[in-house]
């Protein structure tokens, strides 16, 4: 007989977080400076899919993808393929797409339907919806009296969780709940999760695309930089609307910036500018006309926010632009490169017609093709590209628009600022970012400067 402690230990290994206090150092909040080297240098890269992706809740997908047992989607946890499946007992699973065995992929396509499970093409393992093995090509490793078969399976995702609807998953196990990672921040993504009884959806599938970018350009353009869209969207602004962007600035004097643990918002209250955007009439119409209900369920400053000139970032790399309807996920490839996960959300409940101008929107915008992402790749790829230069990389980059434009008398959540034409939140990313590199435990991170101030939530009809 096979000696029992001299089997292979096929138990899960999540590594732990360590402490780069000199990658830290790079982001300097008292300066509003940071350090070029974190967009480009590829050990800073292999240290952020440790402390950051290693740990951090990262989104998965939205629970309407795999309404059925057996329904699976693929994606990416940092650069870790990763199926994730809805369960017969109704509950969601997520796993290593990488065979125990010899590491090749168990699952080849993106998505799929009703699946039994998932086999190895190399030698045959095959494995159940809920990462068990099941059995190997011929039974041959079954004779073998040092094989345990009960032992092995695909690696499980430390814990899977849902937030109305978005499933987010994390490697860590001592991670806090994904309610306590996200904060009160919850008080604003219901601004796109919860302004309608009937929940949400995705719809039209997913566009995959690549920029030649580091990813965390994109995640904080999305928190926070609406300075932009003027000037770099003015011609597609021109071709779909016949004018420039308009920033809302009718309404400044009630725009802000909101951020928790890094996850940031930046709205103008306007109602419908980012909706406008989309060059659809009979939508500004349908957004304006729900204004009212949306006021009764959730209060006066989040009715603004539905449509409004507004974008979000969820603390690594999933964004949203509310009034356009379009989530995205910035998955890492490399310190210069990201795949571009884009879905169209809305709720379930809108008459079809509604639903088919938002996904046209998306097209329209932002995607591949569209007028507004072409813009915005074209910026990051440069930015990521210049900042390589070896002298370039030593000069500091500058994030200090609105440093005295804090907001403490706000009962809003989190930390406000006033004007949604600032740098606040690309500063509070950023901190983030260096608290993540700085700290190993979650009792410190989530003590940190980024954690939210004390307050209690505003009433839902404010």
């Known amino acids: 007989m096979c000696d029992a402690k001299a089997r292979p230990d096929m ?28 967009f480009i240098d590829r050990a800073i890269y292999e240290a952020e899919l440790r402390q950051i992706f ?25 650069e870790d393929d990763v199926i994730v499946v809805r369960q017969r007992n109704g509950r969601i699973g997520a796993y290593l797409n990488s065979c125990p065995h010899r590491g090749n ?31 190997t090509d011929g039974k041959v490793y079954d004779k ?57 959806e995705f719809i039209g599938g997913c566009v995959k695309s690549t920029v030649e970018c580091n990813w965390k350009f994109p995640a904080e353009n999305f928190v926070g930089d609406i300075l932009h869209a003027f000037w770099t969207h003015q011609s597609g602004a021109e071709a779909i609307l016949g004018g420039a962007v308009d920033l809302g600035s009718r309404y400044d004097e009630r725009a802000f910036q ?57 603390f690594p790399n999933f964004s949203f632009l509310p009034g356009q309807a379009t989530f995205r996920v910035w998955h890492p490839k490399g310190p210069d490169r990201i795949d571009l996960y884009t879905w169209t959300l809305v709720n379930k409940n809108m008459p079809e017609r509604i639903k088919e101008l938002y996904r046209k929107g998306t097209m329209i915008t932002f995607s591949p093709g569209g007028v507004f992402e072409m813009d915005d790749g074209e910026n990051w790829e440069y930015c990521t590209k210049a900042n390589q230069g070896w002298v370039t990389r030593h000069q500091k980059l500058h994030y200090g628009l609105g440093q005295d434009s804090a907001w403490s008398e706000s009962d809003l959540p989190g930390h406000i600022h006033r004007g949604s034409l600032n740098d606040a939140n690309q500063r509070q990313f950023y901190k983030r970012w260096a608290e993540f590199m700085r700290f190993d435990s979650w009792g410190d991170l989530q003590r940190a400067e980024t954690a939210p101030p004390a307050k209690p939530l505003p009433q839902a009809a404010e």
């Open 258 to 314: 909101a951020s928790v643990y890094g996850h940031g918002i930046e709205t103008n209250l306007d109602k419908v500018g980012n909706t406008r955007t989309l060059g659809f009439p009979e939508l500004n119409d349908y957004v304006l006309g729900r204004y009212e209900a949306v006021k009764a369920r959730l209060g006066e400053v989040r009715a603004r926010m539905v449509g409004a000139v507004s974008s979000c970032t969820v």
């Open 144 to 200: 073998d009296p040092g094989f345990e078969k009960s032992a092995i399976g695909l690696t499980p995702v430390a814990q899977v969780a849902s937030y109305k609807g978005l499933v987010f998953g994390t490697f860590d196990p001592e991670a806090p709940s994904l309610e306590d990672y996200f904060g009160p921040f919850t008080w604003y993504l219901d601004v796109m999760l919860d302004n309608d009884e009937g929940g949400t």
């Open 105 to 135: 992929r168990v699952c080849m396509v993106d998505s799929g339907k009703k699946a039994r499970g998932f086999i190895c093409n190399y030698h045959g393992w095959s494995f159940g919806i809920d990462g068990r093995l099941n059995g």
């Open 11 to 38: 138990r899960p290994v999540y590594p732990k977080a360590g402490s780069y206090p000199d990658f830290a150092d790079l982001v300097d909040d008292s300066r509003a400076q940071v350090d070029r080297r974190v």
């Open 54 to 78: 290693g740990r951090a809740w990262l989104f998965l997908a939205h629970e309407s993808q795999i309404p059925n047992p057996g329904d699976f989607v693929r994606t990416y946890m940092g």
